[in-house]
């Protein structure tokens, strides 16, 4: 028994050490090594890649994320379902679909014997990615994808240089044929793909050059640079995943990814135009594009962190200076400020109420030109001729130059929803708007305040050319040392008010603006804690954020956002916009989107005889201007606006859904002429 035990062992020995070289001379062998980087198969000249390392960690059994079982049960998800997108993707996007296939195929690879194949173990999930080069004209891209492999899947490829192996697949439908080092693929019904093989690395594109491109550089064959050795991804890529782990206390688990911005531009010319140009573009979008200009733009460098309570973005845009104007030159080369003197005390000014703040970076003077500039021309006319009749020299651009001057080099902007308790008598507003209260805040330097009280003098002087009725002053703070002005006007949309604070010494040297008087008291209390009233300093996650970006920190700019407040304005828009439809009644903001552009034709075609400009019609002529455009829009409304009031609700009932996923949310600048960073985090909640 024991020799036959004995000869038994021995004949198995042998058999597995025949096998293992048979398997190795005729199949694959297991001690090729590996690729260093699947990046070292990426062109560097490629227009667009993303990449994903360790996936299969991401999952619990694929394709169902780690994180599904909690997400599925929340009621935040609930209330998903019900949205557009969710229709939208598991329909007509086919998710669905591709879900049933993925599991379709993951049960049939279960059933190979012995090998236990899964599409994440050997295929996605140790190393992953996807680039290419654009094609314009409407052409789909040039793409590869590139994965490291198990030997399972490297022994199958190598199984398909066996003629046999191949009438089998073709028997089941694909067509295989081998070309030099590639693989060629014709999937019933679909286009040619090419396959190729180095080490533990398969690439499968849509191009025969192109992957014959990635598998000589992967091979090391071509002596070009690779995705891998480029300096912006070292830097712009990982380094940033290095700095944000050291923030945060643990390893991003990101996309990386990477985008050719001209190149972009150059094929697709709504980029390239954005945010827009022409008579008819909003002053929102005109002000914008004074700052950002996406010709400007060269390259997107970043990478998205998904972690179970938070989605961040690191993003790096590579600027082309010699594209930007000087205007646009100065404001992204204003000096950054230290976190902890510029950033932190302000906070004691922004109530807990509100729904978000902004602090950025800027010349004022360069921000208050470009704002004026986005006016109508006729607008601008009439604010400068005012002016000068009220003694200020050089209109317009004189105040601006004065006033800024005396002015830090930043700006604050505080946003909360417009729902605070009524007055039992409120300031009449001609325009009904459900938009929040805001609040721009700067800060005057320190021995210019006589500067400042000469240009808000002329203000109090004068306010009835600037078009206000009449205006109240407000007293509040401790002892009512701090002094609101409020003037009325019934052209200010919700409100029916502008109202200016001027804090001096006791409110840190800050001089706020705002549609809403009621906003201003608010950041009052806030700052001196009265009357119940709290700063959102006192928030624990937003100073917990601010904490770790350490003590040295500078910013250009920083912005918060509070979810639950955020649905809150987002509910008052939704039932301004249910309550249009129901009246039949045209939608405000449809009408204030509409009307410059009709009132510009109608002054134009009927009116340009009677007065220099539309503001200066007066009387029977400007009643009779006004009832002429009234009507007008009245008529577009009636066959066009009616449809988009029920759009506008159904948009707004999706965007509630979407937000019932966030918590909180922050974002962080660094600026200069040749880059732009931004740290983009929301915290969820399910």
Same mark, same amino acid.
């Given at each position: 028994m024991k020799k036959i035990l004995k000869y038994t062992g021995i004949g198995l020995v042998s058999l597995a050490v025949f096998g293992s070289l048979a398997f190795t001379a005729f199949v694959y062998n297991v001690f090729e090594g590996s690729v260093v980087d699947i990046r070292t198969g990426i062109p560097r000249t490629v227009d667009f890649y993303l990449g994903k390392r360790g996936l299969a960690g991401d999952f619990t059994k694929f394709p169902e994320p780690q994180f599904w079982s909690r997400f599925e049960s929340g009621p935040a998800y609930v209330q998903l379902r019900r949205s557009k997108l969710h229709s939208y993707a598991l329909n007509q996007a086919g998710l669905g679909q591709a879900l049933e296939e993925l599991e379709r195929v993951q049960d049939q690879l279960a059933e190979i014997p012995l090998l236990n194949v899964t599409i994440l173990g050997d295929v996605l999930g140790e190393d992953l990615a996807i680039a290419g080069r654009l094609r314009g004209s409407g052409q789909p891209p040039t $793409?590869?994808? #590139?994965a490291r492999v198990s030997w399972k899947i490297c022994s199958f490829y190598n199984l398909l240089g066996y003629s046999l192996v191949r009438e089998k697949m073709a028997n089941q439908g694909l067509a295989l044929s081998l070309d030099g080092d590639l693989v060629q693929l014709q999937p019933p019904g679909a286009p040619v793909l090419w396959m190729a093989r180095v080490l &533990? !690395?398969?690439?499968? %594109? =849509?191009?025969?050059?192109?992957?014959?491109?990635?598998?000589?550089l992967a091979a090391g064959e071509l002596a070009k640079d690779t995705l891998q050795v480029s300096p912006d991804y070292q830097d712009l890529v990982l380094g940033q995943l290095d700095a944000f782990a050291e923030r945060q206390g643990f390893r991003a688990n990101a996309v990386e990814l990477n985008l050719d911005l001209t190149r972009l531009a150059r094929d697709f010319p709504a980029f390239?135009? $954005? *945010? %827009?140009?022409? *008579? &008819?573009?909003?002053q929102e979008s005109k002000l914008l594009g004074s700052f950002v200009q996406t010709k400007a733009m060269r390259a997107l460098w970043g990478a998205i962190d998904f972690n179970e309570d938070s989605i961040s973005a690191l993003l790096t845009i590579d600027m082309n200076r010699n594209e930007l104007t000087p205007q646009q030159t100065s404001f992204y080369?204003?000096?950054?400020? &230290?976190?902890?003197?510029? +950033?932190? *005390?302000? !906070?004691?000014?922004?109530?807990?109420?509100a729904a978000g703040f902004l602090m950025?970076? !800027? *010349?004022?003077?360069? @921000?208050?030109?470009? @704002?004026?500039?986005?006016?109508?021309?006729?607008?601008? &006319? +009439?604010?400068?001729?005012g002016l000068r009749r009220s003694g200020q020299r050089g209109g317009v651009r004189g105040l601006i130059e004065s006033f800024a001057r005396g002015l830090?080099? #930043?700006? !604050?902007?505080?946003?909360? =929803?417009?729902d605070y308790p009524k007055f039992q008598t409120e300031y009449e507003v001609k325009i009904p708007s459900p938009a929040p209260a805001v609040a721009w805040v700067v800060e005057v330097r320190k021995r210019e305040q006589e500067r400042i009280d000469q240009v808000l003098g002329l203000l109090r002087k =004068? #306010?009835?050319?600037?078009?206000?009725?009449?205006? #109240?002053?407000? =007293?509040?703070g401790p002892g009512g040392a701090v002094r609101i002005d409020e003037w009325p006007s019934t052209n200010i949309p919700g409100t029916g008010q502008i109202a200016i604070l001027e804090g001096g010494s006791q409110l840190g040297d800050l001089l706020m603006l705002s549609n809403s008087g009621k906003l201003l008291q608010e950041c009052v209390r806030s700052y001196f804690n009265e009357k119940g009233a709290r700063s959102i300093g006192t928030n624990e996650r937003l100073l917990e954020n601010i904490q770790r970006m350490g003590k040295n920190e500078k910013l250009s700019g920083f912005a918060w956002v509070e979810g639950e407040n955020v649905r809150g304005i987002l509910s008052r828009y939704l039932q301004f916009a249910l309550d249009a439809v129901r009246s039949n009644e045209p939608d405000p903001n449809w009408m204030i989107v509409n009307r410059p552009a009709v009132e510009r034709r109608i002054f134009e075609q009927e009116f340009k005889r009677k007065a220099a400009s539309k503001f200066e019609l007066r009387g029977a002529d400007r009643e009779a201007f006004e009832k002429r455009v009234s009507d007008v829009l009245g008529v577009r409304w009636q066959s066009e606006g009616q449809g988009r009031g029920q759009q506008m609700v159904s948009e707004f009932e999706d965007m509630q859904r979407y937000l019932e996923f966030l918590d909180a949310a922050y974002l962080l600048i660094r600026s200069e002429p040749r880059r732009v960073e931004c740290e983009l985090r929301a915290f969820l909640r399910y």
């Amino acid at each position: 028994m024991k020799k036959i035990l004995k000869y038994t062992g021995i004949g198995l020995v042998s058999l597995a050490v025949f096998g293992s070289l048979a398997f190795t001379a005729f199949v694959y062998n297991v001690f090729e090594g590996s690729v260093v980087d699947i990046r070292t198969g990426i062109p560097r000249t490629v227009d667009f890649y993303l990449g994903k390392r360790g996936l299969a960690g991401d999952f619990t059994k694929f394709p169902e994320p780690q994180f599904w079982s909690r997400f599925e049960s929340g009621p935040a998800y609930v209330q998903l379902r019900r949205s557009k997108l969710h229709s939208y993707a598991l329909n007509q996007a086919g998710l669905g679909q591709a879900l049933e296939e993925l599991e379709r195929v993951q049960d049939q690879l279960a059933e190979i014997p012995l090998l236990n194949v899964t599409i994440l173990g050997d295929v996605l999930g140790e190393d992953l990615a996807i680039a290419g080069r654009l094609r314009g004209s409407g052409q789909p891209p040039t $793409w590869a994808s #590139y994965a490291r492999v198990s030997w399972k899947i490297c022994s199958f490829y190598n199984l398909l240089g066996y003629s046999l192996v191949r009438e089998k697949m073709a028997n089941q439908g694909l067509a295989l044929s081998l070309d030099g080092d590639l693989v060629q693929l014709q999937p019933p019904g679909a286009p040619v793909l090419w396959m190729a093989r180095v080490l &533990d !690395l398969i690439i499968l %594109g =849509n191009d025969k050059d192109f992957v014959a491109e990635s598998r000589a550089l992967a091979a090391g064959e071509l002596a070009k640079d690779t995705l891998q050795v480029s300096p912006d991804y070292q830097d712009l890529v990982l380094g940033q995943l290095d700095a944000f782990a050291e923030r945060q206390g643990f390893r991003a688990n990101a996309v990386e990814l990477n985008l050719d911005l001209t190149r972009l531009a150059r094929d697709f010319p709504a980029f390239a135009a $954005w *945010p %827009g140009e022409g *008579p &008819d573009l909003s002053q929102e979008s005109k002000l914008l594009g004074s700052f950002v200009q996406t010709k400007a733009m060269r390259a997107l460098w970043g990478a998205i962190d998904f972690n179970e309570d938070s989605i961040s973005a690191l993003l790096t845009i590579d600027m082309n200076r010699n594209e930007l104007t000087p205007q646009q030159t100065s404001f992204y080369s204003t000096q950054p400020g &230290d976190v902890n003197r510029w +950033l932190r *005390p302000k !906070l004691r000014c922004i109530p807990s109420t509100a729904a978000g703040f902004l602090m950025l970076r !800027l *010349p004022v003077q360069l @921000f208050l030109e470009e @704002f004026v500039a986005s006016l109508e021309k006729d607008a601008r &006319d +009439l604010i400068d001729e005012g002016l000068r009749r009220s003694g200020q020299r050089g209109g317009v651009r004189g105040l601006i130059e004065s006033f800024a001057r005396g002015l830090k080099p #930043y700006v !604050l902007v505080i946003i909360r =929803n417009n729902d605070y308790p009524k007055f039992q008598t409120e300031y009449e507003v001609k325009i009904p708007s459900p938009a929040p209260a805001v609040a721009w805040v700067v800060e005057v330097r320190k021995r210019e305040q006589e500067r400042i009280d000469q240009v808000l003098g002329l203000l109090r002087k =004068n #306010y009835r050319r600037f078009g206000f009725q009449s205006q #109240y002053e407000i =007293n509040t703070g401790p002892g009512g040392a701090v002094r609101i002005d409020e003037w009325p006007s019934t052209n200010i949309p919700g409100t029916g008010q502008i109202a200016i604070l001027e804090g001096g010494s006791q409110l840190g040297d800050l001089l706020m603006l705002s549609n809403s008087g009621k906003l201003l008291q608010e950041c009052v209390r806030s700052y001196f804690n009265e009357k119940g009233a709290r700063s959102i300093g006192t928030n624990e996650r937003l100073l917990e954020n601010i904490q770790r970006m350490g003590k040295n920190e500078k910013l250009s700019g920083f912005a918060w956002v509070e979810g639950e407040n955020v649905r809150g304005i987002l509910s008052r828009y939704l039932q301004f916009a249910l309550d249009a439809v129901r009246s039949n009644e045209p939608d405000p903001n449809w009408m204030i989107v509409n009307r410059p552009a009709v009132e510009r034709r109608i002054f134009e075609q009927e009116f340009k005889r009677k007065a220099a400009s539309k503001f200066e019609l007066r009387g029977a002529d400007r009643e009779a201007f006004e009832k002429r455009v009234s009507d007008v829009l009245g008529v577009r409304w009636q066959s066009e606006g009616q449809g988009r009031g029920q759009q506008m609700v159904s948009e707004f009932e999706d965007m509630q859904r979407y937000l019932e996923f966030l918590d909180a949310a922050y974002l962080l600048i660094r600026s200069e002429p040749r880059r732009v960073e931004c740290e983009l985090r929301a915290f969820l909640r399910y």
